[in-house]
Structure formats: C-alpha cells, structure tokens
C-alpha cells in the first residue's frame, strides 16, 4: 500500500498545526462558530447530537496494522473505547473534545493518517473496492488512482468551496462492490476493444432527497487523461451547481437539469481547455504510486484445501471467506454484525486484534467495505482455522455476510443531530428476528440497508430491502423500500406503502422475505424474485 | 416549559442552562421563558457555551423531560449504549427517553 | 475600505472604478470591471488586454465559483490585479492566492500576524494552480 514521502508527511503535519491554529483561535474567540465551522468540517469534525465526532479518513478503505492499532488507541485514549466504520469506508469517534483535536490529529500524522476533507463542500474520500488488488475479476488494482485522486483532490485550491460535498469511487472489475452508480463521479477501469486501459465515467449519481443512479457521461476516457478530465469535471460543477438551496446542489441535479449529454458536452468543452495547461502529472508518478500496490510476495505451491471437520468454521468459511486470484490464498470477511450488536462498531481490542491478525495473517493489510465490515485481504488457506478461532474468541466471527443481519445501517438518532428515527435498534431486532443461521443461509444473498433520516448514510434506496426512518408527528416511525441494488445492476428501491412502527417494521420484513420463500425458484436471491414477480405480490404480503 | 441547551465549547458536553451557569444535567435546567434566545446570545458571545438553542420540555417530579426524542436521548445518551449514558445504572433511563 | 485593502503586487493600485460586468461589455474603455458571483468570466477574455483590473464579488464565504473565475482569467493570459472583494477570510486566502488572486478587499478586517502564518503554513501544494508553485509531483520527478 502507498507510503507517504517527504512531500506527503509535510502536508498531513502542516495542516496538524493548521489546524491547532484555527482551534486556538476558536476557543479564544477570535472567530466565530459560523467562521470556524467550515474549518472543522474540512479537518472531518462535526458537532453532533451528543458531543464533536471525528471522523478520520481510511483511504479508499485500505490500512496497515500499525495504523489500525492507532484508531484503537486513539478510541481507548480520546473517545468511549470503539470506533465506528462508516459506508464510505472511513471510521467515526462520537466523543471527541475540541481540546484534543489536535492532539488526535497529530497522532494521526504520525502512522500517515488524518481526518482531511471528510466532511464539508469538497471533495470526500475516494472510496474503492475491497478486494482490490485480491479479487480475480478485476482487470487491474483500481487503487493507484484512487490515490492520485486523494492527492489531486487534497487542499484542491478551486473544489474547496464547492456547491455541496463531493464523493468519487473507483473500480476495476464488472462486478461493481463500492456501488459506484451510486457516487458524484463513478470510474470503473476496462479494457476497450483496442486493448487499451481506461475509465466508464458515470457522473451524477446519489442518494438522499432525490436518489439518482449515475449516468454514463464519457464511455472511455483513457487513463493518461484522467486528471484533466477530472478537473474539467469539477470545474463545470463548482460554475454551475446550484448555490440557491442546499437540497439541489448536489452534481446529480445539475446532471438532471442539464441532461447528462449537455453535462458531458460542458464537461469536454473545459476539457478541451484544461488539458493545455499541463496540470496531468507524469507517467513516472503514475508508475511511483502504482508500484506501492504490486502484489505481495505471495508463496508458491500452497495447497487451497481446507479442512472442515468444524461445522462451525465450515459456515464461516462457506460465507465469509472469498476466493482470491492467487491459488492458495483466501479473502476473508470479518463481520461487524453479531446479532444484536451495532452494525459497524468495534472495541479498542477488537480492533487491536484485527490489527494483529493482519499484521500476522495478511502480509500487514486489511480494507474497510462500505458494508461496514472488515477484510484481511491476503490470507492463506492454512491460516483461516487459526484466524477464524481468534476471531470466534473476540465476538467478530459471525458468519454472515451478505445474509439478512449483514445490516448496513446508520448511526441514527441515538448519535446523529440530522436523524428522524433511531436505526440501530431496527437493526437489531430484525437481526434477531433472523438470528439462526440456518434460516438465514436460507434466505441467501439479502442486502437490508437502514437509514434514519432522508440523507441516506446507510444507503437505505440501495438495498434489497431499504427501511428509512421518520419521524411521524413526533413518533418514529419507518418506510419498508424493496428492490434496490449498490451493484452493477444499480436501482433504488421503491416504497411499499405506510411505515410502520418499530416492532411493525420487523413482522413487515419477516413477511416480505416469507413471500420471497413462498416465490422463489432454485438459484433465485430475494432481488432476483423480486424483479421477476415484481412490486405487488409483496405489497399484498406486507400489507394483506 | 422552554429550557435551553447547548455544548460546551472545548469539551462538546451538552449542557443545560440552570438559570445561572451550564449543567451537563438535564435536571438542572430552568424553564427561560421568552427569555431564552437573549440568554443564548450572551452566554455564546463570552463563549461559555457553544451553538445553543431552546426546546420545549415537559416539567416533571424527575425535572424537564423534552419533549421530543432526539433531545431526550441527547441528554441522556445513546439508547443503544445504556454504558454510556449520563446515568449508567439508572433502570428508569430506558422509559425517560423513550 | 481601502485602507482594509491587502495586495500583492508590485505596482500602484488602479485607481479608476470597477464597472459591471454589463456595464463594461456595453462601454468601450473601462479598465476595471467588477464580476458578480454568478457572471462568467470568459466573457472577459476577448477584451483582456484593456483591463487593469479585475475585482471578483465573494457574497458568501461558501460561494466558492469565484476561485474558479480567477484561475480561468489567469488561464486566459491575465496580468492585471484580480481582486477578491466581500466576506473574504483569512483561512480562505491562501487558496484564493493559489487560484490566482493578488488583492483582496474583505468586509471584516484581517488580522495581519494570522494572514502571515496562513500564508506561509504549506511548504508543498500538490496541484497545479495559477500561482506558479511547483506541485509535489514535478518535485519528485525533476
């Protein structure tokens, strides 16, 4: 993974002080909150529903060990002892002081980390693939230039008062697993028929207030255009994007409004410009960046048995261990989903010992999914009964992932100022509604997304069943959406009909997924039933 | 009631105007009346307290209950994480807030 | 307001007004024209060289099109002083500087020791801008 140089620690460090500056001149009230604010947003600190949250930026959800076992002590010295890992692939503390910012910011620095532009009208974290670099279908490691896109976009000197927040992902497989349809700009690599490298470019994609899957905008883009054309990209948007009212001012409604062909048109107009002005850096830091993401030195010769006399490691390993393009080797899935947990939540030990196992288990890397779960990469079949018995023992072995309690859901009204409704506990009940794992390795592949509010953070229009939360004369109260997909065969869910309350929510689930039984044919997942029978013989089943 | 709320400027704690000074106890706080906004102006402005605001609150023998959810489990803490509340090992948190 | 008003260049301060945008489309010898936030600066470019002054409308900190409108001047050929005019910040300045700015008139006064320290904090920039600096990437590779 990439390494920082002189040039990179001198940035993240200089903005430490930057920063220390700003916060020394809040407290002493030199200026206002209404100054400060965007200032701490773009240094990833909010004030939220119970104190400052942090949140520091992982990316394109790639980390080391030691700067795992950073975020776990950062939890135990700073915050209540455990982080929470987010759908863009980065991790959240909810009881930061103002105090420590700093302090926190400059422990960061110091394992090449930081909080920078994950919040605020810039450009977020690029997120990417969780099995870039170990997944045989992609057709190169999409990462070099989600990391030439993190510099580029970095202090961006233009794009750091943009109309709304910005959010870019990256992949280079068919299979689409950072839903990127559903981004500001979307960039899946291929192979033209020429033979040559480059980008689909979806732009205008989101979800929130107006979900919109992102249309294709530019077919090929050839990688050594890349930056230009990014720039162009956000040039047009940073003129053009509403400014009047903050719920359209994302790209995707000056897509919409424009048309994606008048956008595009725009877009290769100032492209045509921008590319004179040797803003493209040159192949050789390409080749610098992309030679941090060769291959490991992977053994040769390792046998790809594994024995499974444990019925218990067997589900594991049948659910959440993934096949790796190098023979002997593994993907293996760690769930932040235990029945009855907090989706996405893990303790200071906890991350300590995901830490320990990468560092020992998987040549010192894991990945962060924006599922809100956790990756070791590169395992070696050998190793996964070892690995998945130190996981059993930390509570992180639950086997489930993509099954019905794999639950993407936000924080909600327990920790967020923005939420309608509380998420968590939707989660939780429905996940031990659910919680035998023979009933859920039943049900299959079953993406259920909750969000607490019409932001959408957990990505509720994109889930197989999305729930969203609101708040209904006061009381919480939660809409039932079926048939959205983060995937290659991007779609948003659509809404049943009335919420329902929290324990309604859960018997509403249980009888979508019963009809979904009742429906099925052999090999079909509930999105694939769904699509088939379609909307109204589950509207009957939820509503009779 | 009106009752006025905020956070503490370096530490994020909410806190709750007592009518006298800032309190992370929600019992602590005093109805303001019509006064509340004027108050928040001040306190803000020598920065004893940081982005306040009024909410309305129901007057009970346990002190102000808020009347709404998302208050209520601000000044109590995540009903996810009862650990972490204001009152750990108060069993009479989970029907405050909900 | 002049008094409040910071540059960076060499020359004497254009005296004459700025006119609008409309205004200096319509006139023929106007040397200083002022763009609101929601005017398009290429409109400028045909008659650049006329201009000795380009002073650019910030209304809202957060209205951040005006960074792009400066950068497009300076891509034009522009040499003149472009100015930065409203609730101009120090913390915003040093990316204003970047994308090609060399005066500003902001509202509220501007704190001279902060705007040094923000001025001369980034050692590195990693972008191409329109101030010259080299980015990181040519650094590295010479």
Known sequence: ?544 | MRILTGNDLGTGDVVWWTGSDWSRHVSDAVDVDGHGEAIAAREEAERRVNSPYVIEAEETPQGPRPAHIKDRIRAAGPTVRPDLNIKPADPAAGSWVI | MADDLLRFRDDAPHEEPAVTLDAFLGQSNATAVRLESDEDARKLIPQLGQLALIEIAFPKFRDGRGYSAARILREAGYKGELRAAGDVLVDQIPFMRRCGFDSFAPEASIDPAALERALGRYEHVYQKAADGRSPVWALRHG
């Open chain 1, 1 to 544: 993974m990439y390494k920082y140089d002189q040039f990179d620690q001198s940035i993240v460090d200089t903005r430490v002080e930057e920063f220390r500056d700003q916060v020394q001149r809040r407290l002493a009230g030199e200026i206002s909150e209404d100054q400060f604010k965007p200032l701490r947003l773009m240094n990833g600190l909010y004030l939220q529903l119970h104190a400052y949250m942090l949140r520091v930026a992982i990316p394109y959800g790639t980390l080391n060990s030691r700067q795992m076992r950073m975020l776990a002590h950062i939890a135990r010295k700073y915050d209540r002892d455990y982080g929470h890992f987010t759908t863009r692939q980065n991790i959240q503390y909810n009881w930061i002081k103002l105090e420590d910012a700093p302090d926190i910011l400059a422990d960061l620095a110091s394992v090449e980390m930081h909080a920078i532009q994950t919040s605020g009208n810039c450009i977020r974290n690029t997120t990417s693939d969780q099995f870039a670099g170990a997944a045989a279908d992609e057709v190169t490691d999409p990462r070099p230039w989600a990391e030439l896109l993190r510099q580029w976009s970095t202090f961006h000197p233009e794009f750091s008062y943009l109309p709304r927040k910005f959010k870019v992902a990256v992949t280079a497989a068919e299979e689409d697993r950072a839903a990127i349809r559903l981004h500001d700009i979307g960039l899946q690599l291929y192979h033209n028929d020429a033979g040559e490298l480059g980008f689909r470019v979806y732009v205008g994609g989101g979800m929130g207030r107006t979900p919109m899957v992102a249309p294709v905008i530019r077919e090929f883009l050839p990688t050594r255009d890349f930056m230009s054309y990014m720039e162009a990209c956000l040039r047009v948007y940073n003129r053009y994007g509403r400014r009047d009212n903050i719920y359209k001012a994302r790209i995707k409604i000056l897509v919409h409004e424009l048309g994606a062909e008048e956008y595009a048109r725009q877009v290769e107009e100032e492209w045509a410009h921008v590319k004179t002005l040797g803003i493209d850096p040159p192949d050789g830091e390409f080749e610098r960046i992309a030679a941090y993401f060769a291959p490991p030195p992977f053994e040769t010769g390792l046998s790809d048995d594994v024995p499974t006399d444990d019925p218990d490691f067997a589900l594991w390993l049948d659910q959440n261990v993934k096949a790796h393009k190098q023979p002997g080797y593994a993907i293996v899935n760690i769930s932040l989903k235990p029945v009855g947990g907090i989706p996405g939540d893990a303790s200071s030990a906890q991350i300590d010992l995901m830490a320990d196992l990468a560092e020992r288990y998987s040549f010192d890397e894991l990945r962060v999914t924006h599922a809100q779960n956790i990756v070791l990469p590169h395992v070696r079949k050998a190793d996964l009964h070892e690995i998945w018995q130190k996981l059993d023992e930390a509570g992180l072995a639950s086997a489930n992932l993509d099954l019905i309690s794999d639950i993407i859901a936000c924080p909600g009204l327990d920790y967020c100022s923005l939420a309608n409704a509380r998420s968590i506990p939707i989660a939780q009940k429905i996940a031990q509604r659910f919680a035998g794992l023979d009933r859920q390795r039943d049900l299959g592949e079953l993406k259920l997304k909750i969000s607490g509010c019409i932001n959408a953070c957990g990505h509720h229009h994109a889930g197989h069943i999305g729930i969203l939360g609101v708040d209904r004369k006061g009381t919480e109260n939660y809409q039932l959406l079926l048939g959205g997909s983060g995937a290659e065969d991007a779609s948003l869910g659509r809404i049943t009909g009335p919420g329902f309350d929290e324990d309604g929510i859960v018997d509403a689930v249980e009888r979508t997924v019963e009809k979904y039984r009742e429906l099925r044919t052999d090999g079909e997942r509930f999105l694939d039933t769904y699509r088939r029978v379609g909307f109204d013989p589950f509207k009957e089943a939820i509503y009779g």
